[in-house]
């Protein structure tokens, strides 16, 4: 189960399939106390203990530009009021799922991490 008041609209979360009973990564766009809205569901609400965060793994942060450097993971975010135009944010090892990622990523920056799954 996922917390909800640790979920921003546009975060990903799993849910489980009722067919085929994979897991499918869905990005929220309602939030709800007990429950939230996923695309592709056709806006029916979700019942939150149906939602599962999806843990950061080193494909996941692989596939959305973050480098391994020293052991630790990077991301270049671009800032003009920076010297050389970027800085690096190291990614930390108390953030454990996708949608803390994406929540920091936003604070930091005001900005949408563009997410590839």
């Given at each position: 189960m996922i917390?909800?008041?640790?979920?921003?609209?546009?975060?990903?979360?799993?849910?489980?399939?009722?067919?085929?009973?994979?897991?499918?990564?869905?990005?929220?766009?309602?939030?709800?106390?007990?429950?939230?809205?996923?695309?592709?569901?056709?806006?029916?609400?979700?019942?939150?203990?149906?939602?599962?965060?999806?843990?950061?793994?080193?494909?996941?942060?692989?596939?959305?530009?973050f480098n391994l450097i020293d052991g630790r993971f990077f991301s270049r975010i671009v800032m003009n009021s920076a010297p050389n135009g970027y800085i690096e944010i190291p990614v930390e090892a108390k953030i454990k799922y996708l949608h803390q990622l994406q929540n920091l990523y936003f604070d930091l920056t005001g900005k949408e991490l563009k997410v590839n799954l």
């Amino acid at each position: 189960m996922i917390d909800v008041n640790g979920l921003r609209l546009g975060n990903y979360v799993y849910k489980t399939d009722d067919q085929t009973q994979q897991k499918v990564a869905k990005q929220v766009f309602m939030i709800q106390p007990s429950y939230v809205s996923l695309e592709k569901q056709n806006g029916n609400p979700c019942d939150i203990h149906l939602v599962e965060p999806i843990p950061l793994c080193h494909d996941l942060l692989y596939k959305n530009s973050f480098n391994l450097i020293d052991g630790r993971f990077f991301s270049r975010i671009v800032m003009n009021s920076a010297p050389n135009g970027y800085i690096e944010i190291p990614v930390e090892a108390k953030i454990k799922y996708l949608h803390q990622l994406q929540n920091l990523y936003f604070d930091l920056t005001g900005k949408e991490l563009k997410v590839n799954l």
